[in-house]
C-alpha cells in the first residue's frame, strides 16, 4: 500500500532556531500533500495545503512566514518551522494520496519541541 | 465541507464488538466516508471506506444507511491494542481535497 514517510520522528531546538521536516511519498507521486499540527488530547488541524511546483495554500490563521512549506517533487514536501518558539512545540503531521479515489495516507509524525 | 459528530468517548471489553456511529447530516453527493484509527504519538491509520450499503475488511465493517446522513464503523471482537481514538472523515477522495478533521472518538477497551 502507500506509504508516507516523515523525517525525523522527533526533534528537540532551542528557540530562535529553525528545524524542518520531511515528508516523503514513496511508492507513489503526490501532487498535493497536507500539513496538519496535533496538540496533546486533541484532534489534527490542517495547516496548509502543499502544492508541487507551486505556493502552499495556508488555513486561516496559520503565518505562511513561519511555516514554510516547500514542494519541489512530486515525492516530497518539506514543512520549515522559522525562529522556533516554545508554543510551536506539536505534533505535526503530513499526509497524501496516491490518486483520486484514494484515501488520505498519513505519516507517522514529528514531535517537535521547542526549549 | 460535511461537519461529522461522534461520541467523545466509549468504553468497552475485550471480545466485544464495539460500534462507533458518525452523524453527517450534510454530506455531500460526490463524499465518502472514510474512518481512521489513531494511537498516540503515530499518525492516522486507515481503516475502512465506503460510499453507501456495507463494507468489510479485515479489520472492520462499515454500514451506510441509504440516506448516508450517518455510519457506523464495527470493530468485531476488540482487543485491549485496539485502544485508541477512531475519526470518521466525510469528504470527496480527489487529490487536493482538503480533509478536516473532527474529534474524533476515544475508544477505552478494558481486559
Excluded at chain 2, 475485550?14 to 460526490?30: D, L, M, P, R, Y
Aim: glycine fraction near 6%; charged fraction near 15%; charge should be positive.
Amino acid at each position: 500500500g502507500a506509504v508516507v514517510s516523515q523525517h525525523p520522528s522527533w526533534v528537540i531546538c532551542k528557540s530562535g532556531t529553525s528545524v524542518k521536516i520531511e515528508c516523503r511519498s514513496l511508492d507513489f507521486q503526490a501532487t498535493t500533500m497536507f500539513w496538519y499540527r496535533q496538540f496533546p488530547k486533541q484532534s489534527l488541524m490542517l495547516m496548509a495545503t502543499s502544492n508541487e511546483g507551486s505556493k502552499a495554500t495556508y488555513e486561516q490563521g496559520v503565518e505562511k512566514d513561519k511555516f514554510l512549506i516547500n514542494h519541489a517533487s512530486l515525492t516530497l514536501s518539506t514543512l520549515t518551522v522559522t525562529s522556533a518558539h516554545p508554543e510551536d512545540s506539536s505534533f505535526y503531521i503530513c499526509s497524501a494520496r496516491e490518486g483520486n479515489d484514494s484515501p488520505l495516507h498519513f505519516g507517522n509524525g514529528t514531535r517537535l519541541t521547542v526549549t | 465541507l460535511a461537519k461529522t459528530t461522534q461520541p467523545i468517548s466509549m468504553d468497552s471489553y475485550e471480545g466485544q464488538e464495539v460500534n462507533i456511529t458518525c452523524s453527517h447530516n450534510n454530506i455531500a453527493t460526490n463524499d465518502y466516508i472514510t474512518w481512521y484509527q489513531q494511537f498516540p504519538s503515530q499518525g492516522p491509520r486507515f481503516i475502512i471506506q465506503g460510499y453507501k450499503t456495507k463494507v468489510t475488511n479485515e479489520v472492520a465493517s462499515l454500514f451506510i444507511p441509504a440516506d448516508r446522513k450517518s455510519s457506523t464503523l464495527s470493530l468485531p471482537r476488540v482487543s485491549l491494542s485496539d485502544t485508541a481514538v477512531y475519526y470518521c472523515l466525510v469528504g470527496r477522495n480527489t487529490g487536493g481535497f482538503k480533509t478536516i478533521f473532527g474529534a474524533g472518538t476515544r475508544l477505552f477497551v478494558k481486559a
